[in-house]
């Protein structure tokens, strides 16, 4: 795998991969609850303030080393207090896999639910385990074909739902501050996403500073597409309707055509499968880091039993416990963004030393 690089054409389909595959099934429906009418400038607000996170951590990064976030941690505080400070990295990106993977079966009962979870939690893991197995190009190539997919999907939804728009829904100009800094916390987590799978992945770099600029660029698309849904959602459900649906993007998509939903299903779930496949290959490139493995495929059958028996416990948790493990806001305040800030003054103090 490490003899594996990627061009800054084929990052830049990974990085929008990382934001698009499951923002669009989740996120809305969180952020309108707490956005309201404001809701459609929440991705914008988040997406630029975390970019300029985004751009540091990866500057200081890639100008130390060419190697990844625990080998450059470990390099620079030493391999006891480096692997003291990486393993709550370590923690955050296992948790977010299976956060992934639970999104994608909760999307897939949602559209099937007559159907067993315990088949959809063992599909979604052999799948990813495979990509991961194949390794980065692979999965960067795939990324390409399901970016495309899924903007014409969204295009698609779009156009086809224009003549049922009502503008008055919206409040472009009146802006309630408060509202919209206070929601724009749980789509921080998903922006974060590209630089923390970025100091992971800088060791397939072939071009470091074009490569920086290519997942900013992903970051920038992820804006627009969420963006363009939620106005599209908002002028044709309204704040109240929007707000209640599970998936308003999906129903969205059943209303214009019979049978688009489907499309809309196939498309968004490629999207769903090739997220979770780069959290796998990011989590064996950590855990191999961690343990100096020589090759990290030999981890990819033991992490999929492993990632896959905890979905399937999962499954069986009374809701309202299962998602306190997920409060992404907390997580956004008080891991994501202070851990990636110590990044940067690690980094800071390797790159003096150097």
């Given at each position: 795998?490490?003899?594996?690089?990627?061009?800054?054409?084929?990052?830049?389909?990974?990085?929008?991969n990382?934001?698009?595959?499951?923002?669009?099934?989740l996120?809305?429906?969180?952020?309108?609850?707490?956005?309201?009418?404001?809701?459609?400038?929440?991705?914008?607000?988040?997406?630029?303030?975390?970019?300029?996170?985004?751009?540091?951590?990866?500057?200081?990064?890639?100008?130390?080393?060419?190697?990844?976030?625990?080998?450059d941690?470990?390099?620079?505080?030493?391999?006891?207090?480096?692997?003291?400070?990486?393993?709550?990295?370590?923690?955050?990106i296992?948790?977010?896999?299976?956060?992934?993977?639970?999104?994608?079966?909760?999307?897939?009962?949602?559209?099937?639910?007559?159907k067993?979870?315990?088949?959809?939690?063992?599909?979604?893991?052999?799948?990813?385990?495979?990509?991961?197995?194949?390794g980065?190009?692979?999965?960067?190539?795939?990324?390409?074909?399901?970016?495309?997919?899924?903007?014409?999907?969204?295009?698609?939804?779009?156009i086809?739902?224009?003549?049922?728009?009502?503008?008055?829904?919206?409040?472009?100009?009146?802006?309630?501050?408060?509202?919209?800094?206070?929601?724009?916390?749980?789509?921080?987590h998903?922006?974060?996403?590209?630089?923390?799978?970025?100091?992971?992945?800088?060791?397939?770099?072939?071009?470091?500073?074009?490569?920086?600029?290519?997942?900013?660029?992903?970051?920038?698309?992820?804006?627009?597409?969420i963006v363009?849904?939620?106005?599209?959602?908002l002028?044709?459900?309204?704040?109240?309707?929007?707000?209640?649906?599970?998936?308003?993007?999906?129903?969205?998509?059943?209303l214009?055509?019979?049978?688009?939903?489907?499309?809309?299903?196939?498309?968004?779930?490629?999207?769903?499968?090739?997220?979770?496949?780069?959290?796998?290959?990011?989590s064996?490139?950590?855990?191999?880091?961690?343990?100096?493995?020589?090759?990290?495929?030999?981890?990819?059958?033991?992490?999929?039993?492993?990632?896959?028996?905890?979905?399937?416990?999962?499954?069986?948790?009374?809701?309202?416990?299962?998602?306190i493990?997920?409060?992404?806001?907390?997580?956004?305040?008080?891991v994501?963004?202070?851990?990636?800030?110590?990044?940067?003054?690690?980094?800071?103090?390797?790159n003096?030393?150097?």
């Amino acid at each position: 795998m490490k003899n594996e690089r990627i061009s800054t054409y084929q990052y830049f389909w990974l990085s929008t991969n990382m934001i698009i595959s499951t923002i669009i099934l989740l996120i809305p429906k969180i952020i309108i609850q707490d956005g309201r009418e404001f809701a459609w400038i929440v991705p914008i607000t988040s997406g630029l303030g975390i970019a300029v996170i985004h751009y540091l951590v990866l500057k200081l990064g890639c100008n130390f080393s060419n190697e990844n976030i625990i080998t450059d941690i470990k390099r620079i505080l030493g391999p006891v207090i480096g692997t003291i400070v990486a393993f709550p990295y370590i923690l955050l990106i296992l948790h977010t896999a299976t956060l992934m993977m639970l999104q994608g079966v909760e999307f897939v009962t949602f559209v099937m639910p007559r159907k067993s979870t315990v088949g959809f939690w063992i599909a979604v893991g052999l799948l990813a385990s495979y990509l991961s197995y194949k390794g980065i190009e692979t999965i960067a190539r795939m990324a390409q074909i399901g970016i495309i997919i899924i903007s014409i999907a969204v295009l698609t939804i779009v156009i086809l739902n224009s003549p049922n728009i009502n503008k008055e829904w919206l409040k472009p100009f009146a802006v309630d501050y408060k509202k919209v800094i206070v929601a724009s916390l749980t789509p921080a987590h998903w922006f974060l996403i590209i630089p923390n799978l970025s100091l992971i992945f800088k060791s397939y770099f072939t071009d470091n500073k074009r490569t920086i600029r290519a997942s900013l660029l992903g970051n920038l698309i992820g804006q627009i597409m969420i963006v363009t849904l939620f106005i599209s959602a908002l002028t044709i459900f309204g704040v109240d309707l929007t707000s209640t649906l599970k998936f308003p993007f999906y129903t969205l998509s059943s209303l214009p055509l019979a049978g688009l939903e489907i499309i809309i299903f196939v498309a968004w779930m490629t999207g769903v499968i090739l997220e979770v496949g780069i959290f796998y290959l990011a989590s064996l490139e950590l855990i191999s880091s961690l343990f100096r493995l020589k090759d990290s495929k030999i981890l990819v059958i033991p992490f999929f039993i492993a990632s896959t028996s905890l979905g399937i416990f999962q499954s069986g948790i009374p809701a309202i416990l299962k998602h306190i493990g997920y409060m992404v806001p907390i997580n956004v305040l008080l891991v994501e963004i202070p851990f990636l800030l110590i990044v940067m003054v690690i980094y800071l103090i390797g790159n003096k030393l150097t």
